[in-house]
């Protein structure tokens, strides 16, 4: 699959994803979205047939925002909670119960709504660790380019890797990539016992020649430039059916995650959308320098997500 090549504020970005979506709008709680870039996603997501927002946080405060922009909120649901962290709670509540089907992240902080996702009682935990996902697009490359964990796992053991990798994988298959090409990274191609990011790689890939991580082509340790370069796989003469051409990034930490991530987006002109899996449902996960464009795609992968579950149900 080949993406259309386009910067953050680009119209044509994403589009490909977003035209793809089949399917009735997914019924999703908004986590308080007090502000207009939030709030106005989940109205543009309404208009677009992305969304079903339920929109969860103060009242007064959401319909002052809405106010802001112009825009009616009749026909909205709206779900009251005094505060942020209060609409975290009833957002996981309401998928909880089944009145909602995901989360997308509102005007609060990163770390409110995955406590209360976390919850060991009350939150969306499932047998997998949850893990966050960046799709890339960019000029740089000819297909969508997965990249993960940025965002949640600080520093992922080797059993949480094994959530990392097979998250990105379900992720990928859901946008339309089959068998995806999968590069665990480190800092060389060879296993060295003085890098443990080696280490865990090796095993990742016998993870997924004896089926515990399936549905994906893994290989590793890869460095960057083997992952993504044909031309420095055919100089260093390696041997590798996903280097060169790989669809999902791997990384060995949340630091190098992150920093892969938005390289790509400042300097290689590149689109970001992103979600966070393993939980009982996509949670999107929105940052305050995202542009509208990738927040409609951002939900665009949590409809892609579900519709692809169900069917593989």
């Known amino acids: 699959m080949s993406n259309t090549p ?33 709030l106005g996603a989940a109205i543009e997501a309404r208009e677009r047939g992305l969304l079903d927002p339920v929109l969860v946080g103060p009242e007064e405060k959401i319909r002052r925002t809405g106010e802001e922009l112009g825009a009616s909120l009749d026909g909205f649901d709206i779900s009251p909670a005094p505060h942020s962290h209060a609409a975290a709670e009833l957002g996981v509540e309401l998928v909880r119960k089944g009145a909602a089907r995901a989360l997308m992240k509102g005007k609060l902080h990163t770390n409110e709504v995955m406590a209360a996702a976390v919850d060991r009682r009350k939150g969306l935990r499932t047998e997998r660790r949850m893990s966050h996902v960046f799709v890339l697009e960019t000029p740089a490359y000819p297909k969508w380019l997965l990249v993960s964990d940025g965002a949640i796992n600080i520093q992922p ?97 949340l630091e190098a995650g992150n920093m892969v991530a938005k390289q790509l987006d400042y300097l290689a002109g590149a689109s970001a959308a992103g979600i966070v899996l393993g939980a009982r449902a996509p949670i999107i996960l929105t940052s305050r320098a995202d542009s509208v464009v990738e927040r409609l795609a951002s939900c665009a992968l949590a409809r892609h997500l579900v519709t692809w579950q169900e069917r593989e149900a």
């Open 6 to 38: 386009g910067g953050a504020d680009d119209e044509s970005a994403f589009a490909q994803l977003m035209d793809r979506v089949s399917g009735p709008p997914l019924r999703t709680a908004v986590i308080h979205p007090c502000d207009p870039l939030s």
């Open 157 to 253: 053991d080797l059993t949480c890797k094994k959530s990392i990798v097979q998250n990105a994988i379900d992720l990928a298959r859901a946008i339309g990539t089959d068998a995806p090409a999968v590069a665990i990274l480190s800092a060389t191609e060879e296993v060295d016992p003085n890098i443990a990011s080696t280490i865990d790689a090796a095993a990742l890939c016998k993870m997924a020649d004896r089926e515990q991580i399936t549905g994906g082509r893994v290989d590793g340790p890869l460095a960057f430039d083997l992952a993504v370069s044909a031309d420095s796989v055919r100089v260093k003469g390696l041997k590798s059916d996903v280097a060169g051409h790989a669809d999902v990034l791997i990384v060995p930490n």
